[in-house]
């Protein structure tokens, strides 16, 4: 199982950017598919989720900015991030669970500048 992140870079505060994260093997259709983040000195956390009814759950922080989604066709997770704040800064990291198993991808970088 792989999980390729992608979509990170240099954005001006009040900005957008689209993550994506695609998954290879067979586990994206019944799987939980979530964006963690990790900032610099910070432990990561989870950024937003979506199971694979399509119910969905965010960290307060980004409610009404972010929006994750998901397209089954294409094995594919995206996380919609507007109106972008430096401490949004971090490194992006795509995450599937699947039964009592997690897989992780590699991160992007999102920097935002101020």
């Given at each position: ?93 795509c995450r ?19």
């Open positions: 199982v792989q999980l390729q992140a992608s979509g990170g870079g240099l954005v001006q505060a009040g900005g957008s950017l689209r993550l994506s994260c695609v998954a290879s093997g067979n586990i994206f259709s019944d799987a939980t598919m979530g964006w963690y983040r990790q900032a610099p000195g910070k432990e990561r956390e989870l950024v937003a989720a979506i199971n694979s009814g399509g119910s969905t759950n965010y960290a307060n922080s980004v409610k009404g900015r972010f929006t994750i989604s998901r397209i089954y066709a294409k094995n594919a997770v995206y996380l919609q991030m507007n109106s972008l704040k430096p401490e949004d800064t971090a490194v992006y990291y599937a669970d699947r039964g009592y198993r997690a897989y992780w991808g590699q991160g992007t970088l999102v920097t935002v500048s101020s």
